[in-house]
């Protein structure tokens, strides 16, 4: 178990729904990263929050968008889904910004019908 | 941007020999290389990582080589086991951290009795 706990773990919707990934980070971790995983694409980066703040942006959709929250969880909102936005969602964590390894958390599967 | 290439996207080898994958990096000022480990339907696993500052680290019957001037690295694992059998994936990134990190398409590693 890393301690990054992510939720749901699955979730099957239909096109056009939004919905909302939530991940809670190592105890003491600052830095929350967000990766999409699918069979085409592989592993992509999407976002980098720290502290709080966005840190660095990845290959993320307009349609997509996240937060950290002053306790330092943070959520991923995936809004007027596709066929193609099933995929595995990630979330990692790491105590800084750099110079750290990143944790996994053990991924929410998204389902879009 | 970073580009990552990983080689070779299978290899089967019988147990307690040796495995090596190997990967590529386009961006020079890339700086740091860590190796996860993914089992089936499961969070990749940070395995070993080096920086850009040493030339080979090793954990055990893992290690990681690093050739700046060629721009690869490569990842050995010494007398295999069955639970050796993973996708292994590699990385890069700029920032010395998780973020933004450019991951390789994965080896699928089968270790066979």
């Known amino acids: 178990d890393s301690g990054v706990t992510q939720t749901p773990k699955h979730l099957i919707t239909a096109t056009g729904q939004r919905v909302t990934l939530r991940c809670s980070p190592r105890?003491?971790?600052?830095?929350v990263y967000w990766y999409q995983q699918s069979l085409d694409q592989g592993l992509q980066f999407l976002i980098q929050y720290y502290n709080g703040e966005e840190r660095a942006k990845g290959n993320i959709l307009e349609r997509f968008s996240a937060q950290q929250f002053p306790d330092l969880h943070s959520e991923l909102n995936l809004s007027s889904l596709e066929l193609g936005d099933s995929a595995l969602y990630f979330c990692?964590?790491?105590?800084?910004?750099?110079?750290?390894?990143?944790?996994f958390g053990q991924g929410t599967r998204l389902t879009v019908v | 941007g970073e580009n990552v290439e990983q080689h070779p996207s299978t290899l089967s080898v019988q147990e307690g020999d040796s495995a090596v994958i190997k990967c590529t990096y386009s961006?020079?000022?890339?700086?740091?290389f860590p190796w996860y480990k993914q089992e089936l339907g499961k969070r990749p696993q940070l395995i070993i990582d080096i920086r850009s500052n040493v030339g080979e680290k090793k954990d055990q019957r893992i290690a990681v080589t690093l050739n700046k001037t060629a721009k690869h690295f490569s990842l050995h694992i010494t007398e295999t086991q069955p639970e050796d059998s993973a996708v292994y994936f590699c990385a890069a990134s700029l920032r010395s951290t998780a973020s933004k990190l450019t991951f390789g398409t994965g080896t699928r590693l089968q270790v066979t009795l």
């Open positions: 990692a964590s790491s105590r800084l910004d750099r110079n750290t390894e990143a944790f």
């Open positions: 105890s003491g971790d600052l830095s």
């Open positions: 961006d020079s000022a890339s700086n740091y």
